[in-house]
């Protein structure tokens, strides 16, 4: 993901992602994703931060995002500790990203053939033109 779509959403959801600099977390390599991709994270961001939010002062640095990355061609978003409404946040978003391109943002699909890509049908065009 581009570095000022990360750093806002580092900005602007300081306690989900207060590890983004902790080279103790896969999370120091920052958002392994596509740029097409930032409005679901940043809806999901929303939603969990305001649960983390509402919980006393100390419970909340145990809710840190310690990786986000593609795999399989869809979202995987870690957290250390997840609980039952933050965890369906989660899967919400990750089910989102299967329809999602990762280049855009437009509706996509699943594309196999090499890397499993979620992909509109422009940047599916693209990518096999560059095979
Ligand atoms: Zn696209």
């Given amino acids: ?8 959403l ?6 989900l992602y207060a590890d983004r600099h902790n080279n103790k977390t896969p999370f120091c390599w920052g958002f392994e994703c596509g740029d097409g991709w930032e409005p679901l994270i940043r809806k999901l961001s929303q939603e969990v931060e305001a649960i983390i939010v509402a919980m006393p002062e100390k ?4 809710f840190r995002v310690k990786q986000v ?5 869809t979202l995987r978003f870690y957290m250390g500790v997840a609980h039952d409404a933050i965890r369906a946040a989660i899967d919400r ?5 299967a329809q999602t391109c990762e ?7 699943v594309r196999s ?4 890509s979620v ?13």
């Fill in 93 to 97: 978003a990750e089910q989102e990203s």
């Fill in 69 to 73: 990355k593609e795999k399989f061609g």
């Fill in 103 to 109: 280049d855009c943002g437009k509706p996509g699909k």
């Fill in 59 to 62: 419970e909340r640095k145990k």
């Fill in 119 to 131: 992909l509109c049908d422009e940047h599916e065009a693209e990518r096999k033109k560059k095979r």
């Fill in 113 to 116: 053939g090499g890397w499993i």
């Fill in 1 to 8: 993901m581009r570095q000022e779509l990360d750093e806002a």
């Fill in 10 to 15: 580092v900005r602007d959801f300081p306690n």
